[in-house]
Each structure stands twice: as structure tokens, then as C-alpha cells.
């Protein structure tokens, strides 16, 4: 899939380049997956950084502090998918020996660094964190399903590496940052409600699609801000879809290991791990929720009785939709610019999605149609 580089601190993947122009432009092509050819392998082989323990996804941090090194691991082992099985050493050689200079952040599921290949190409190396207890032939068997994933608001995945017990993914660079970024970060301008209802849309789609056209489908599980990636017209692209079976201990089942990030799990996954398309409409449902009102899934519990946003936004969308009035509901930062008819549906959306009842949820389908009344006119 694709990252964006970052070089401010923070908890989101990465960012470069100048202003942003909310309005953006026409929307970019379907993205593919890219076939690259191998330049001839070697040299010195740099450590790769040992991960600490964590199951439960986490938004992307500048970096780790000291990690400890283990030795070097063996020559990578190409596997299928044609001429995008990278070795080791290519992968080292990209990303300057996996250096801290070249190091976007880190997550739930390992280190990503930024690297160019020899032909310019710029990727994103996403390191996975060991033990997951997958043979070769499972890991490349998940691997090739993701990579038949093809859709313009996913990301795709370049190639992928095996090396002794490491197993790295490769994705194509983004060179916008994430919605996380751009909606809560520090001194951001005010994302309009045009660029907000374009990113709602992007992200529905993206997921309808892994839902219902994808065989075997996909189910995210992780979905969040900081894992909607945009492009340079702020068109959503919808990141780390299948890194949860891909980590997922080969003798677990799906069932029974919670993983994503609190303030976006559904109830019934946070509880007892029972994982359907719905959990991730839960998740989109609060990032609509944030789109709406500006605020984090988690709430400051100094200036509010609510520890989400999910629990302090449902009786205001109750009260919002039987009256029409959004003011306490919208984010301030927006006044009142933006289309009420438009807020209306959105708000109708988010309040669908973030149903306690797993059942009462809309399908992505569904919930798609109700984006696509919402902006008809932007798509």
C-alpha cells in the first residue's frame, strides 16, 4: 500500500511537501500493482530493528528510542508473485540499511521506512514484527491475495520479502500524509467540508470493495484516521487492509485475538471477539465522526463525562436529526460552511454506522449509496 513521509513528531504515518490544496483537483487513476524489476543484489546487510510486543494496532509515532539490533538475517527468499519478490539485500540498499534518517514511524505491526529503488521509485517498507507463527507458503499465499487487491481508493501492494523470519511488505510512497494528520494535527488548516465529504466518499468505496467484491473478502479491522492515506487532491486511499490476518498466529482463530485501535473497535469485537464486515462499519462510523465534529475517537475526560466520541456523540445525533439544528455536533472550526442538506445525510450516516447492534448496521454498500446522495455532484 502506499505511506506518506512525515517529518514532524507525532502519531500519524508521514507528511512532505508544501500547503495542501483542500480543494484539490480531479481524482487520480486506479492504482496498480507495480512488477519492478531486481537490480543485482549484495553487499553489507544493516540489522534489522527488534520489535517490542504489541497485538493491538496503534497509530504510527515518529520512531522507536534505542532499539535493541539483532544480528542480520539470512538472504531474502523470492516467492511468487512474478518480479515483485524483493531480496534482502535490494530492500537494505533502498532504504540506506534501514536507517533512523529513513524511519516514517511504527505501529501495531512493525517499523515502515522510507526507499528508493534504482529505477527512482519511491516505496514504503513495512517491516512486520516476528513470531507470528505463519510458514512461508502461508505468508506468501496471504501476500498474493493482497496483491490482487485493485481499486483507487486502496493502496497497493509493490512486492514483498522474506528473510529467515522477517517478513517485509512493499507499497508505493503517498506524498500526502494521512486524514489524522490533516484533521487533528498541530497548526493544520481547517480541512472545508467539501475536502471532508470527498474523503467520506473515497473511504466508503475503498471498503465496499474489500467487503463485497474482493474473493475471499476482506475484512480491515483496523480502521482509522491515520490509516486513511490521501493523495496530493486529498482523495481517500484506504491503508493496511489484510496486515491483521497476515499477523494473526497461523493456530489462533479470528475470533479470538482482538486487534485494532481503541475508540474506533466495535462493542461486540472489544468484547468478545466476534469479527464480521460490521465491526468494520463501527470503525468508519466513528471516522465519520470525526470528519463531523473535528474531534479525536477518544475524548479529553477533563472537559467531558465521556471516555469516546462514539458515547458522547449518540444523543446528539439523536436530538440533531429529530430537530436539524447541528451546531453542537459540528466542528466549530467550520462555522456554519457547509451544505445543511449535505451535514444531514452525513450525520445520518455516522449515526447508522455506529449502531450498538452489530445487525442494525448498514452494509458498506449501503452505507456507499448514502455518501454517494451526499457528493453525486463531486464524483
Not at 546487510?45 to 539490533?69: A, E, F, I, K, N
Not at 530492500?91 to 536507517?99: K, Q, R, V
Not at 480502521?223 to 489462533?252: C, P, Q, R, W, Y
Not at 455506529?354 to 452505507?367: G, I, L, N, W
Request: net charge negative; hydrophobic share 35%; glycine share 10%.
Amino acid at each position: 500500500m502506499r505511506y506518506l513521509y512525515r517529518s514532524h513528531a507525532g502519531n500519524d504515518y508521514y507528511s512532505i511537501g508544501g500547503n495542501p490544496n483542500w480543494n484539490g483537483g480531479p481524482a487520480s487513476p486506479m492504482d496498480h500493482i507495480v512488477n519492478v524489476h531486481q537490480p543485482v543484489g549484495g553487499g553489507w546487510r544493516p540489522p534489522l530493528p527488534q520489535y517490542p510486543s504489541m497485538v493491538s494496532g496503534s497509530d504510527m509515532s515518529s520512531g522507536p528510542h534505542g532499539p535493541v539490533l539483532p544480528p542480520p538475517p539470512p538472504p531474502g527468499i523470492p516467492l511468487g508473485l512474478n518480479n515483485s519478490a524483493f531480496t534482502y539485500e535490494e530492500l537494505s540498499t533502498a532504504t540506506g540499511g534501514f536507517s533512523q534518517a529513513n524511519l516514517l514511524g511504527q505501529g501495531g505491526f512493525g517499523y515502515v521506512h522510507k526507499g528508493v529503488l534504482p529505477t527512482g521509485k519511491e516505496i514504503a517498507v513495512k517491516s512486520l514484527k516476528s513470531g507470528s507463527g505463519q510458514g512461508e507458503r502461508e505468508f506468501q499465499a496471504e501476500v498474493e491475495i493482497i496483491s490482487r487487491v485493485h481499486h483507487r481508493h486502496l493502496v497497493s501492494l509493490v512486492g514483498y520479502c522474506i528473510a529467515g523470519g522477517q517478513r517485509m511488505l512493499v507499497y508505493e510512497f503517498v506524498p500526502n500524509d494521512t486524514l489524522e494528520y490533516h484533521l487533528h494535527g498541530t497548526d493544520r488548516p481547517t480541512m472545508d467540508f467539501p475536502t471532508r465529504l470527498r474523503i467520506s466518499l473515497g473511504a466508503a468505496k475503498g471498503l465496499a470493495y474489500l467487503h463485497e467484491d474482493c474473493h475471499p473478502r476482506i475484512i480491515h479491522r483496523d480502521i482509522k484516521a491515520s490509516n486513511i492515506l490521501l493523495d496530493d487532491n486529498f482523495e481517500a486511499m484506504v491503508a493496511d487492509f489484510g496486515l491483521a490476518k497476515l499477523s494473526t498466529d497461523n493456530h489462533t482463530h479470528v475470533s479470538t485475538r482482538v486487534m485494532g485501535t481503541f475508540g474506533y473497535l466495535a462493542p461486540e469485537y472489544a468484547s468478545s471477539g466476534k469479527l464480521t464486515e460490521k465491526s468494520d462499519v463501527f470503525s468508519f462510523g466513528v471516522m465519520l465522526l470525526e470528519l463531523i465534529t473535528g474531534r479525536r475517537p477518544v475524548l479529553d475526560t477533563a472537559h467531558s463525562m465521556d471516555d469516546s466520541l462514539v458515547d458522547w456523540a449518540r444523543p446528539i445525533l439523536t436530538r440533531a436529526l429529530g430537530d436539524g439544528n447541528f451546531d453542537e455536533l459540528v466542528d466549530p472550526r467550520l462555522g456554519h460552511n457547509y451544505n445543511h442538506v449535505e451535514m444531514s445525510r452525513l450525520v445520518a450516516c455516522a449515526a447508522a454506522s455506529v449502531r450498538h447492534s452489530a445487525r442494525r448496521r448498514p452494509k458498506m454498500s449501503q452505507e456507499l449509496l448514502c455518501s454517494l446522495n451526499v457528493t453525486s455532484h463531486m464524483d
